[in-house]
């Protein structure tokens, strides 16, 4: 069970596009129900050997990304279960049309190492979104299945899958 109250939920990285978070709530997720967000005091950069990004505190920077306004706690127990053992989910304030929204955040656990390069969305949707696309179908198959330390156990068999997948030109299912 995830213990965070939020208004709504933010995503700096590749959780804001609509399709993937559609993967990974397993439900239809509109572009019109992701409204622009700036988280101010946090940069995004890339995570070390992944297509990924970290947002970081940094009171120079703010991050631009969206806000999913009302998720249930369903919604909040799949995405944790989506960023697994390297980040949590942590309360912080954006602000939508100007306005503060209390959401929710996947926040760094430490567990990665990370770049100074910016991370960028639209280099993520040229170049990795169809992978992306296929890990994340496969690592929500195990999702109320096995738990965090056993999916972590089974990443490099699930990114093998997902890779092989790309190789032969396959597509991951969205819901619509």
């Known amino acids: 069970m ?6 709504a939920v933010f995503f700096y990285g590749t959780l804001a596009d609509h399709d993937l978070l559609s993967l990974v709530l397993n439900r239809p997720v509109t572009v019109g129900a992701l409204r622009p967000a700036l988280l101010p005091g946090y ?6 050997d992944e297509f990924f990004p970290v947002c970081l505190p940094d009171p120079d920077h703010r991050t631009e990304g969206v806000a999913m306004v009302g998720p249930t706690a369903t919604d909040l127990e799949r995405i944790q279960f989506y960023e697994g053992v390297d980040y949590r989910l942590a309360e912080v304030t954006v602000l939508v049309e ?13 567990r990665l190492d990370v770049t100074p390069t910016p991370w960028r969305f639209d280099d993520w949707l040229a170049r990795d979104k169809i992978r992306s696309l296929l890990e994340a179908e496969e690592m929500m ?7 965090f330390e056993a999916v972590e ?3 490099l068999e699930i990114k093998g899958d997902a890779e092989r997948r790309f190789r032969d030109g396959e597509r991951a299912v969205i819901p619509r």
Request: with cysteine; hydrophobic share 45%.
């Open 43 to 48: 940069k995004t950069v890339a995570a070390a």
């Open 141 to 147: 198959r195990y999702f109320n299945v096995l738990d």
């Open 2 to 7: 995830i213990n965070i109250y939020s208004e």
């Open 153 to 155: 156990a089974k990443w």
């Open 98 to 110: 100007e306005r503060p929204l209390r959401a929710a955040m996947c926040e760094l656990t430490d």
